[in-house]
């Protein structure tokens, strides 16, 4: 059974960084494209990152680039999202996803002095 | 403001049938598949259809998907209370190089 795991969330200073991390289970961790998929209080989803399955290819939405990086450890079977120079705005619950298929239950980020 | 459009809430009574749109462009829904979530409240989103009109197993048949041109929508007929929901659509954008998502629709069932 698949399962996806988020872990790293909480409350941070604006310009702050933050490292969450997706532990996953019950699939083939390398042979899966991983995402990241964020839902601000009260509004939508908005997509934040993808990865290829060997990590050859980053994509990124506008709104994070050059301030998020995502990354996995195909040995440890997890994703990453390292989130630096951190804004309000940011402040969202973040979701892993495999090939935007299954997801995980999300873990809260808050950004706020 | 979303790269793909959908009405912000949709309604209808038990047993009918309600359709929700998706409007997009020929960069992301003209030119790529189209999925649909379905987010409970306060539970993580869930594929319900995948590939313009594939349900994964487990989804109910009530639930269907199609596409034409830059638009796609969902349909649920016999419409149940646990259909109410938020409903996003979303597709890879070739122009942006990036996905994108619908900004949901909300669900009632009267």
């Known amino acids: 059974q698949v399962q996806l795991v988020e872990s790293g969330g909480g409350v941070v200073q604006p310009g702050g960084s933050l490292r969450l991390s997706c532990a996953t289970y019950?699939?083939?961790?390398?042979?899966?494209?991983m995402h990241w998929v964020r839902q601000a209080p009260g509004k939508g989803l908005e997509w934040v990152a993808f990865?290829?399955?060997?990590?050859?290819?980053?994509y990124y939405a506008d709104s994070v680039k050059g301030r998020f990086t995502i990354s996995r450890d195909n040995s440890r079977n997890t994703l990453y999202l390292q989130m630096n120079s951190l804004r309000a705005e940011d402040t969202a619950v973040y979701y892993c996803?495999?090939?935007?298929?299954?997801w995980g239950q999300g873990t809260l980020v808050t950004v706020s002095s | 403001q979303s790269v793909l459009t959908q009405p912000p809430s949709a309604s209808g009574t038990p047993g009918q049938r309600v359709i929700i749109s998706c409007s997009g462009s020929s960069s992301n829904i003209g030119s790529n598949n189209v999925y649909w979530y379905q987010q409970l409240p306060g539970t993580a989103p869930k594929l319900l259809i995948y590939r313009n009109n594939q349900r994964p197993s487990g989804v109910p048949d009530r639930f269907s998907g199609s596409k034409s041109g830059t638009s796609a929508s969902l349909a649920t007929s016999g419409l149940r209370s646990e259909d109410e929901a938020d409903y996003y659509c979303a597709a890879w954008d070739d122009s942006l190089s990036a996905w994108v998502f619908g900004g949901g629709t909300k669900l009632t069932v009267l």
């Open positions: 019950g699939f083939t961790f390398s042979n899966y494209g």
């Open positions: 996803a495999k090939d935007l298929w299954d």
């Open positions: 990865i290829r399955s060997d990590g050859s290819n980053e």
